[in-house]
């Protein structure tokens, strides 16, 4: 039966990756849980093998059947069209539009401090909402 399994396990519910042990009775794995917003999400789960290859099951398609993940009314293609047509249907009144941020002119403060060394921040340059800066950002030393 595993070895049955084993052909499904690539890019369909679980990679091998997340598997941490499996015996007879049962399958150790890693998951993560997304109620938590910082720090160590991933957690291990231990289930009797009869309720893994259970769940498991559940993932496995059909023969001739393909993974969408993105379907429906809310599809990025045409959900403005659906949603106004949704509220349309439902009667609703259309959403004010929300005011430009970039028409109106903001003074700058250089009283913020460096969020890294805690220093006076300088003004490199200076672009509106939707230009593209000429320059970039130094590299933060976390990634180095």
């Not at 109620?35 to 093998?49: D, E, F, S, Y």
């Given at each position: 039966m595993l070895a049955y399994l084993s052909r499904y396990t690539h890019r369909v519910a679980i990679s091998n990756?997340?598997?941490?042990?499996a015996d007879a009775d049962t399958v150790a794995f890693r998951w993560k849980d997304y109620?938590?917003?910082?720090?160590?999400?991933?957690?291990?789960?231990?289930?009797?093998?009869?309720?893994?290859i259970r769940?498991?099951?559940?993932h496995v398609l059909p023969d001739?059947?393909?993974r969408i993940r993105h379907y429906g009314l809310l599809a990025a293609a045409q959900r403005k069209a659906n949603i106004a047509r949704?509220?349309?249907?439902?009667?609703?009144?259309?959403p004010e539009p929300e005011p430009q941020l970039g028409a109106e002119i903001?003074?700058?403060?250089?009283?913020?401090?460096?969020?890294?060394?805690g220093g006076q921040m300088r003004i490199i340059e200076i672009f509106r909402q939707g230009?593209?800066?000429?320059?970039?950002a130094p590299p933060r030393e976390q990634a180095a």
């Open positions: 990756h997340r598997l941490i042990s109620r938590i917003k910082h720090g160590n999400r991933q957690k291990v789960m231990r289930l009797a093998t009869d309720e893994f769940r498991f099951l559940a001739g059947f393909h949704i509220r349309d249907l439902l009667g609703q009144a259309r903001v003074p700058l403060t250089l009283r913020e401090p460096c969020p890294s060394c230009q593209r800066p000429t320059s970039r």
